[in-house]
């Protein structure tokens, strides 16, 4: 199977808690989440990829939420590869299971 990843591609993970998973914290910038595994699997089979990634997830945004920081935290940021996991605030505000 062909790599569908290019060296020095910029892979940026969006979304909410699902992909931030502690990275709101401070103390690791890729949380402790898929974002953070995938990192460790993409650099122990494909170090010389030389990849970047990011995690911008931040937990509780709505899709609304996403798109009020997505020039600074998507656009700005340039990334080649693009993963987005959101939607499940959406879902519970919809139904009033989380109001704000």
């Keep these: 199977m062909a790599n569908v990843l290019l060296p020095n591609d910029h892979i940026l ?3 909410d808690s699902i992909t931030d998973i502690g990275r709101s914290g401070g103390e690791k910038p ?15 089979r494909n170090a010389e990829l030389k ?18 920081r997505w020039q600074v935290d998507c656009l700005d940021l ?8 959101i939607g499940v605030n959406d879902l519970w505000r919809k139904l009033g299971e989380w109001n704000r």
């Design 30 to 44: 890729l949380g402790n989440g898929y974002v953070a595994m995938l990192a460790g699997m993409l650099q122990a």
């Design 13 to 15: 993970f969006q979304g």
């Design 51 to 68: 990849a970047t990634i990011t995690n911008r997830g931040i937990s509780g945004n709505r899709t609304q939420e996403l798109l009020d």
């Design 78 to 85: 340039k990334p080649t590869v693009l993963s987005i996991k």
